[in-house]
């Protein structure tokens, strides 16, 4: 696989709105896992498979606090970062439509929250053989099950998707998200019809990881009103899939960039599909997917590919899985990372010699005479002397003074738990001061006013 065939797009530009309580105002691409921010994971996957330039679209206001996170990371891609304006609700598909000059060939969009090892190829093989239009990639789902959530009790109701697949050919019938489907779910007759087996699946995780023809950015384009890619366009363009071309030859309509010249809210017409192309799918069986009965005429082709069981596939975009992707890490990291990426980074000081399966980024600094066991410690944190940290996430610039106990916690980013606190199965919000001496068990410690929803009518 070369760069002239595809080009790679991450998507960092998102709030994560689903994650107030770590985040704070930070961008959620830089959540730190482990020694590195959360956006390394998808840019090292993307090194591995032999890209060498991806682009980064990023919050206007983010693009220097991300590419110094970036600097002494060490990786091999050049990172051509296109920023959207701060100040705008920009969806995904938004985004995409924004950086639509920059796209020059079929394309990968990832999102910036995946961690994972699996092999991009069998997707992109998927996505050649069957000369589809979008192919995405599954997973199985349930990666934080076992894990427990510091703070409050609450009960987490995990955000499922409806997913049909054909047995036969992995086509895609539809993708909804699971609370829109009621008691029963009522599946269309003509989604069975002639076309084999319809499986349906509930507990797989959409990666957010697509391969997409570069006609699909055109019509996306076009189609302003759609904000969002796997809300609002991902199921638009799985519904296109019965749009059918008239059986008679029809002349390209696309100028010689590739853009629509005519009726251009047709999707038909985006599709590079010349009077040559026709000729070739009649007469031949070079294409598996046009080589289906069922699919034969077809012009607008999904797939799915599910990865394998045993492949490690994350999207830290809750609380909980952030949560949960720091506490497994130690014990995936080779499995994920290979043997090239120490744990601790090179830049980090750590002068306790009471340490057992800890993580530290670059820059933190942790004392002599201090306990830890089993946690995570972020980039430029400081932990005093005298202190405990048990199976605990104290993440980037936070600081502990002497004297602390604290087990089973995330410390945000820029707090302060000061001297002689015991924190038990506690969640301490973004910019928080725990006063000396507190001892507070299963409680969410947070400037609550920063998270505070005013609905204007």
Not at 65 to 84: C, F, G, P, S
Request: hydrophobic share 40%; aromatic share 6%.
């Amino acid at each position: 696989m070369t760069n002239s065939e595809f080009q790679a797009v991450v998507l960092a530009a998102g709030r994560g709105t689903r994650l107030p309580e770590v985040l704070g105002d930070a961008p959620k691409c830089l959540l730190p896992v482990g020694p590195y921010p959360l956006i390394w994971y998808p840019l090292n996957m993307l090194s591995r498979h032999n890209f060498t330039e991806v682009i980064v679209v990023v919050q206007e206001q983010d693009k220097l606090e991300i590419q110094v996170a970036l600097e002494h990371t060490h990786l091999k891609v050049k990172i051509d970062y296109a920023t959207v304006p701060s100040d705008s609700d920009f969806g995904t598909a938004d985004s995409l439509r924004y950086i639509y000059d920059k796209i020059k060939s079929d394309f990968l969009v990832v999102s910036c929250d995946i961690v994972t090892n699996v092999s991009l190829y069998p997707l992109i093989n998927k996505f050649r053989a069957d000369d589809a239009s979008l192919a995405m990639l599954l997973f199985k789902s349930g990666f934080e099950s076992d894990v427990i959530m510091p703070g409050p009790k609450t009960k987490h109701k995990p955000e499922r998707d409806m997913i049909g697949i054909h047995t036969a050919t992995q086509r895609l019938a539809f993708v909804f998200a699971a609370s829109d489907c009621e008691d029963t779910l009522n599946i269309q007759r003509h989604l069975l019809k002639n076309k084999g087996q319809l499986d349906v699946y509930g507990r797989l995780l959409d990666a957010h990881i697509y391969v997409l023809k570069k006609w699909v950015i055109n019509y996306l384009h076009r189609k302003e009103k759609i904000s969002t890619f796997k809300g609002e366009f991902l199921p638009h363009l799985i519904r296109k899939q019965h749009a059918r071309r008239s059986t008679k030859t029809l002349p390209d309509t696309t100028s010689d960039l590739g853009v629509a010249t005519k009726n251009e809210d047709n999707i038909l017409h985006y599709v590079t599909h010349t009077a040559l192309d026709q000729k070739l799918t009649q007469t031949s069986l070079f294409n598996q997917s046009l080589s289906h009965i069922p699919y034969h005429g077809d012009v607008v082709r999904c797939f799915a590919v599910q990865a394998p069981k045993e492949a490690i596939g994350v999207r830290v975009n809750t609380t909980l899985s952030f949560l949960a992707i720091n506490r497994k890490l130690s014990g995936i990291w080779t499995e994920l990372c290979g043997d090239s990426h120490p744990l601790i980074a090179p830049g980090a000081v750590v002068k306790s010699t009471q340490t057992k399966d800890i993580i530290v980024a670059d820059n933190a600094k942790l004392s002599e005479k201090t306990s830890l066991n089993c946690s995570v410690f972020g980039a430029n944190c400081v932990v005093s002397p005298k202190n405990i940290v048990t199976n605990s996430i104290i993440m980037a610039n936070a600081i502990v003074d002497e004297g602390c106990n604290i087990n089973n916690c995330i410390i945000g980013h820029r707090a302060h738990v000061k001297s002689g606190s015991v924190l038990n199965n506690c969640l301490v919000g973004p910019n928080y001061v725990v006063e000396e001496g507190t001892k507070s068990q299963a409680m969410q410690l947070s400037n609550a006013d920063q998270y505070m929803e005013i609905d204007i009518q």
